[in-house]
């Protein structure tokens, strides 16, 4: 019996497509659209300046996009169908840890690499072997923002702390925050939870003034903590706000508006990173979008760009059109993690369980001109 399968799964060995399709399955509709878009940009802006600059030794890559929603059902499907249907060498996706908490153990059983383009959770990359992440984890990044509103502000000594019960990122992120927190001489007043579906948050804004606090600190997604912001502002709350990685989008800016004004977000990437291909990543995304690429985008540039350069090292041993699929798969898998990479976020490789091993984190708060328009203003 085990013999006949191992026969019947060696016959049935596809060859590597060209042009190479490399899986993406990030947020394209839903509340979580608001961060999977930008990412999708990121993505594309990668496609055309790898195939613009000869490809994989000449073959240029295509990107496959499965539109992975904000749930882990749809997470799960675009894995599937990438994976089984669309041969895909790798997946770059899902938007959140949430989904891939769900969707990762697939491409883990059919042995397909994964870049996390922005799961932070704590135990993203010990899913599987198959996982790894150029998104740093939240707890390195989360604690800059708290350690900026110290800066800003050295009177504040107590703080209200609210998070997503619903949302693995969202509870992770708390985590560090409040830690983050104590280290720094700061006492949680009171901790308030809350959905990621929810819109009205008068009970938890409630709780927040009653404790009189200086620092508020908020881990949701972007469209619930937008709102969160908006009626801290509007019920009477004056004191800073440092909000997690999902408000860290311009999509919140129509959501809170002229409230946004403050907030301060931790960033894993700064369009001022010297290096010489971030350099190049700012200057196409600006002459595209006429403006300076966010964190989002940047990450997932950097998603395509290691698979490809990881491509690239397998096609100088053996034309990837020679490979059949399932051995490539297994090779990028085990190059992704071997290489050292110049990407948009500065130089990043892998330790062996596939965690980022970045060098630069920054801190950014946003200051809107109006309702409508505003920008992460980067904080010394
Ligand atoms: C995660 C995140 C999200 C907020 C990114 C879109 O960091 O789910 O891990």
Redesign the pocket.
């Known amino acids: 019996m085990t013999i006949a399968l191992a026969l019947i799964a060696s016959v049935s060995a596809e060859k590597v497509q060209t042009p190479v399709p490399i899986g993406v399955a990030l947020a394209q509709t839903s509340n979580?659209a608001l961060?999977g878009q930008e990412q999708v940009i990121g993505a594309r802006l990668a496609e055309k300046h790898i195939n613009a600059h000869g490809g994989i030794g000449g073959t240029p890559i295509k990107l496959v996009f499965q539109d992975a929603a904000g749930d882990e059902n749809s997470a799960i499907n675009a894995f599937q169908n990438l994976i089984t249907k669309s041969n895909v060498v790798g997946i770059v996706g899902p938007?959140?840890?949430?989904q891939a908490f769900a969707a990762d153990p697939i491409a883990e059983r059919a042995r397909v690499p994964v870049l996390g383009p922005?799961?932070?959770?704590k135990g993203i990359p010990q899913i599987g072997d198959y996982v790894a992440r150029v998104?740093a984890p939240?707890a390195v990044v989360a604690p800059n923002a708290v350690r900026q509103a110290m800066k800003l502000d050295p009177k504040i000594k107590k703080a209200a702390v609210l998070y997503a019960q619903n949302?693995?990122?969202s509870v992770s992120e708390t985590e560090a925050f409040q830690k983050a927190a104590k280290d720094q001489g700061i006492s949680v007043a009171t901790v308030q939870k809350f959905q990621t579906t929810d819109t009205d948050f008068t009970t938890q804004v409630t709780a927040v003034l009653n404790a009189d606090v200086d620092l508020v600190i908020l881990s949701g997604?972007a469209a619930d903590g937008g709102n969160l912001v908006k009626q801290l502002r509007q019920l009477g709350y004056k004191g800073l706000i440092v909000g997690?990685?999902?408000l860290?989008t311009s999509n919140i800016f129509p959501v809170c508006q002229k409230y946004c004004d403050g907030v301060i977000i931790a960033q894993a990437y700064s369009p001022a990173q010297p290096s010489a291909a971030n350099q190049l990543f700012v200057k196409e995304y600006r002459a595209q979008y006429k403006k300076d690429p966010p964190q989002?985008a940047a990450q997932a540039y950097a998603g395509v760009q290691v698979m490809t350069d990881a491509l690239r090292v397998l096609d100088r041993k053996k034309k990837l059109a020679q490979w059949d699929l399932d051995e490539l798969r297994a090779a990028l898998n085990k190059q992704i993690l071997a290489g050292k990479y110049n990407t948009p976020l500065g130089e990043l490789r892998f330790d062996k369980e596939g965690e980022i091993l970045q060098k630069d984190f920054y801190v950014a708060q946003i200051r809107m001109k109006d309702a409508k328009t505003g920008t992460f203003v980067f904080l010394k």
């Open positions: 979580t961060l938007t959140l840890s949430q922005s799961n932070t959770a998104s939240i949302d693995a990122f997604l997690g990685n999902g860290n989002f």
